[in-house]
């Protein structure tokens, strides 16, 4: 098992940033990839930026290129996801999730970004 807890979310500006952090706990992670995942009203959840455990190779959503960024701190067992120039198309639930080969068995709680004009 591996336990996600999401923090950071909250309200903020177009234009402005946030920093999204999941804190992981449970099994190791060595052989995961860790991912954040966002879900607006009325749409489907869609990836946004996912990172490998191990190497610390990074994908982007077309949506998340130029703007967010995503680390992880393997000394503290987190995620965080730098969020910069904000619009209001962000605005969603931001979800923490973990897995392997592309399937996401671990996922957190989820925190609530949203972005005014």
């Known amino acids: 098992q591996v336990q996600l807890v999401e923090s950071g979310g909250g309200l903020v500006q177009a234009g402005g940033s946030l920093r999204l952090s999941c804190a992981a706990s449970?099994?190791?992670?060595?052989?995961?990839?860790l991912g954040w995942f966002r879900q607006a009203p009325g749409k489907e959840r869609e990836i946004a930026a996912t990172?490998?455990?191990?190497?610390?190779?990074?994908y982007y959503a077309d949506s998340a290129k130029g703007r967010f960024t995503i680390s992880r701190d393997k000394f503290k067992n987190t995620v965080a996801l730098q969020m910069n120039s904000l619009k209001p198309e962000d605005t969603a639930v931001y979800y923490c999730?973990?897995?392997?080969?592309?399937?996401?068995?671990?996922w957190g709680q989820g925190t609530q970004v949203t972005v005014s004009s």
């Open positions: 999730a973990a897995g392997k080969t592309g399937h996401y068995d671990y």
């Open positions: 449970g099994r190791t992670l060595s052989r995961y990839v």
């Open positions: 990172i490998s455990w191990g190497v610390g190779s990074t």
